[in-house]
């Protein structure tokens, strides 16, 4: 693993001494199921759409701060006034100006792992504490009542939903609770929400919690993680603090060009989202005969999936059919388990024929 020099370990700041410098070691593959991104073409018309309005947009001028056009269109999408909505470079810029500005020295974040892997790396840049509370052991879901008895003594808290890597998705009447019981903001990560069944979305919930943050992004069911877009929607007092601290210029013209244009032609992107979902379950109906493996189908674009020999499985599946996907089993609670991003029908055919080789020689 990489780490720091000597002397650099001595210049920064000693919360960032064991920080591991960022590890280019990647193997570009024939077929990426690795990130969660979206594989399918892009739907009809967009990509034309998305071009012309790159092309009429100007280089010259600084980004409108608050990417005021993106954040009406936005805002008329999901019923909310502009004011409840804040664009950022990405989810993750979000998540981050999140632990900017309500965590930091003395302050603890409450995280329920298994879970999405940049909240504690925020929280350690900021010199956050995190009170880990556990999901269960067996089915991987959230211990509800030890995150609600937690949740009094932290200060701010991150609830993913569905869940990554586990795909479940945090019931409402949970996150009312969870947002009674903290005294600071609440933020649910809703990254793959589009994927999930309808209501299972926590933005009712603002009404009646003005401490609820909903996090979503672009880089999933939109296709366009390239172009680092995500937003926040909460109360407009919330909004001031994620406008206050963020770098002003952070989402450029062309990303803010690109949104627009993908946004207002949202409805193409349905019937994508509807394939995925389907060849999800037909990769879970295909896998689920096996009796070797346990899986968590969840309401994302990906499942989880444990299987005897995972990381070698994943090796082989790289190295011997050119196909990537995530291997989680380092990770506490995840042992011996693979995440596998539903690819278009082609890629999920091959990797279940490769998959039902490895398989039968590993596990
Ligand atoms: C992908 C993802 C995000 C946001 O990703 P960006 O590309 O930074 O928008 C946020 N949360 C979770 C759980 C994710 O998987």
Redesign the pocket.
């Known amino acids: 693993m990489a780490e720091l020099s000597e002397r650099m370990r001595a210049y920064v700041q000693p919360h960032l001494a064991n920080i591991e410098p960022y590890d280019p070691n990647f193997t570009p593959c024939r077929i990426n199921l690795s990130a969660?991104e979206n594989t399918y073409p892009v739907p009809e018309g967009v990509r034309e759409a998305v071009d012309a309005a790159l092309a009429a947009t100007a280089l010259n001028r600084y980004p409108d701060p608050m990417s005021e056009e993106l954040r009406c269109e936005l805002a008329a999408w999901h019923g909310v006034d502009p004011a409840c909505v804040c664009v950022g470079n990405?989810?993750?810029e979000l998540?981050f100006n999140f632990l900017l500005a309500f965590g930091g020295r003395g302050r603890t974040l409450l995280n329920c792992p298994p879970t999405?892997s940049?909240y504690e790396f925020f929280a350690q840049l900021t010199s956050t504490d995190v009170r880990n509370v556990a999901r269960d052991r067996k089915t991987l879901a959230v211990d509800e009542r030890a995150t609600l008895a937690a949740a009094s003594r932290v200060d701010l808290a991150i609830l993913?939903s569905p869940n990554?890597p586990t795909g479940d998705v945090a019931s409402s009447s949970f996150v009312a609770q969870l947002c009674r019981a903290v005294d600071g903001p609440v933020m649910v990560?809703e990254?793959?929400i589009e994927f999930a069944e309808a209501g299972a979305d926590k933005q009712a919930l603002l009404a009646s919690c003005p401490n609820l943050v909903i996090?979503h992004?672009?880089?999933?069911a939109f296709g366009a993680?390239g172009i680092?877009c995500?937003y926040v929607i909460a109360a407009p007092d919330m909004i001031e603090v994620f406008s206050a601290v963020r770098q002003i210029y952070s989402v450029n013209v062309l990303t803010q060009a690109a949104a627009l244009a993908m946004v207002r032609r949202r409805d193409a992107f349905t019937p994508v989202v509807e394939q995925i979902r389907a060849e999800r379950a037909r990769i879970v109906r295909a896998l689920e005969v096996d009796e070797r493996l346990q899986i968590w189908e969840g309401q994302g674009n990906f499942l989880l999936v444990r299987v005897p020999s995972a990381s070698e499985i994943r090796s082989r599946l790289r190295d011997e059919y050119s196909i990537l996907v995530r291997d989680f089993s380092y990770m506490p609670g995840l042992a011996d388990c693979l995440r596998i991003t539903v690819g278009t029908p082609e890629e999920n055919d091959e990797l279940l024929a490769a998959l039902a080789v490895l398989i039968n020689e590993e596990a």
């Not at 992004?217 to 999933?220: A, M």
Request: charged share 25%; glycine share 16%; proline share 0%.
């Open positions: 969660n990405g989810g993750d998540l999405f940049e993913t990554n990560d990254a793959y996090l992004t672009l880089s999933k993680a680092r995500g």
